[in-house]
């Protein structure tokens, strides 16, 4: 019977499954899409019960392509960081407010006003993304729901809780609390303190290879009992084991619904420009310079403003005889507020330089060119912190548009290097667990066997001259009207009667 791995990434739309065996080969995948919900301008929630279908529909169509396998350990890695709120049962007390959810906004005021030096105490800066915000906002507005909540989860932790019965967070989603100390070693008492929680509303922490649990019998996810299943990580760290972004020098930008830059160091790389967090390899962290709203841009133009009336594919073709810059038209892709590197909660996307003659293939590329800008901005700030980046490698859903991955190319004036048979995080968390499982007996050998460059994009240097123009002209751009989104945020929510 052939042993395989079992590795689960829950994303911000879709659950992917993939099992891969001993030499780290991927043998069958499967997939399974669930919606997200959005309340307001800057409230984003989603189900817990629908990640958990998601994960069993996923799994059974995996394991339907490797019929009569053994999976001998399981991880699963998630969108970060969650605000999950859970009974004594496991059962959640209302919708999780995901990573794009900004509500929180004025609670992460109040801790940056509080602490000066958060960025030191925790690792982060005070931002509505982490969790401590959230939480700040749920026992202000939710009373009742925050007496009722047994434990803070997040993803991997509930999901594997529906699976061993046992509650657990991963470390590596710990450290996007904001309530543990920068190195993610202890809980942070003062910010604990101010925020109104205590350490007994989370679980064990635990580094991800470490044994959770073991599948209990009759769950629906028809994962044998007794199966091993290990704490996980975070998507953007899985992600990295998938791309072999373990050493400083090579990082990856891996974009789906949105972009993130992940870049090693070893740890001394400090700037809150960046999300801390460990890796999943010891010795090592990674800063993710973390956006919001790439692919999610691409999906909003062509389905809310083009009506789908022209596929995605269809416009790339078309964009590609649009000339570099887009005729003018620039595109900032701050369309649910922005984190990394600006941390701008009330920025909002903007088409500039619109005319008569715009076609929808130049807003089009200019959304391609607007999310490229923003990579390059996060990339300078990373080589000005001192971290590492000689090469980039694309990962995602992002880098199979071969017109995506030269325009960031052009603009960084760097290779991009796409991976053959890129699948994304699950891949990573297969790795987990055969780590986990002792499967592994050189990770760093596998990982480099595995990493396959399917194609690299080389840049073309009269474009990247001019691309510095106008990604000069995108930062400008953004410094000129950045506090009329402030001014404007008020007034957003106003309501005919």
């Known amino acids: 019977m052939q042993q395989l791995l079992l590795g689960v990434d829950v994303g911000t739309t879709a659950t992917k499954a993939v099992l891969v065996d001993n030499a780290g080969h991927i043998i069958s995948q ?3 899409e669930y919606p997200t919900k959005y309340l307001q301008a800057g409230w984003v929630e989603q189900d817990p019960n629908d ?16 019929a009569g396998a053994q999976i001998i350990g399981v991880a699963i890695s998630a969108q970060a960081p969650t605000l999950i709120a859970v009974d004594a049962k496991g059962v959640p007390v209302r919708d999780a407010m995901i990573w794009m959810d900004r509500r929180a906004q004025a609670e992460a005021d109040e801790l940056a006003n509080q602490f000066s030096n958060i960025s030191q ?11 401590a915000a959230k939480i700040k906002w749920l026992i202000k507005n939710e009373p009742a729901n925050y007496q009722k909540t047994k434990y803070f989860l997040q993803i991997p932790g509930y999901l594997n809780f529906k699976l061993t019965g046992k509650f657990g967070i991963d470390a590596a989603h710990a450290s996007l609390l904001q309530l543990r100390s920068a190195d993610n070693s202890k809980w942070a008492d003062e910010v604990m303190k101010f925020v109104g929680v205590s350490e007994d509303k989370f679980p064990q922490i635990a580094n991800s290879i470490i044994l959770q649990g073991e599948v209990l019998s009759n769950n629906d996810s028809k994962i044998a009992a007794g199966t091993p299943v ?6 953007g760290c899985s992600a990295a084991l998938e791309a072999g972004v373990i050493d400083p020098g090579v990082v990856a930008e891996m974009t789906g619904t949105s972009t993130v830059l992940l870049m ?23 800063r993710l310079g973390a956006m919001v709203a790439s692919g999610a841009s691409v999906a909003w133009l062509q389905q809310n403003i083009l009506k789908g009336e022209q596929s995605v594919e269809q416009l790339s073709k078309d964009a590609q005889s649009v000339s570099p810059g887009s005729e003018g038209v ?15 909660t009330n920025a909002r996307g903007v088409f500039f330089g619109l005319s008569l003659t715009t076609t929808p293939a130049m807003m089009f590329r200019a959304v ?3 999310t490229a800008f923003a990579l390059a901005h996060n990339v300078e700030i990373g080589k000005a912190a001192g971290i590492k980046i000689d090469e980039i490698r694309s990962i995602g859903g992002g880098s199979k548009s071969e017109l995506w991955n030269q325009i960031k190319a052009d603009v960084l004036g760097m290779p991009i290097a796409v991976l053959e048979d890129s699948v994304g995080a699950a891949v990573g968390d297969a790795y987990l667990a055969g780590m986990g499982a002792g499967m ?10 595995n990493v396959k460059i399917e194609a690299r994009f080389s840049p073309d240097i009269k474009v990247h001259s001019y691309y510095q123009e106008r990604y000069a002209r995108f930062r400008s751009l953004y410094e000129s009207i950045k506090d009329e989104f402030d001014k404007s945020a008020p007034s957003a929510s106003y309501r005919l009667k």
């Open 368 to 370: 391609l060119e607007g």
């Open 121 to 131: 105490l925790t690792g982060n800066r005070a931002d509505p993304y982490y969790v």
């Open 440 to 449: 592994f007996k050189d990770i760093r050998q596998t990982i480099k066997t």
């Open 230 to 235: 290990y704490f996980g990580s975070v998507d």
């Open 51 to 66: 990640w958990w279908l998601s994960f069993c529909k996923a799994v059974e169509i995996a394991q339907a392509g490797a």
């Open 264 to 286: 090693p160091t070893d740890g001394n790389n400090f700037n809150d420009a960046f999300v801390a967090i460990e890796h999943a390899i010891a010795g090592r962290q990674l």
């Open 330 to 344: 620039i595109f900032l892709p701050y369309m649910m507020g922005e984190r990394s590197p600006i941390w701008h």
């Open 30 to 32: 499967g997939r399974a």
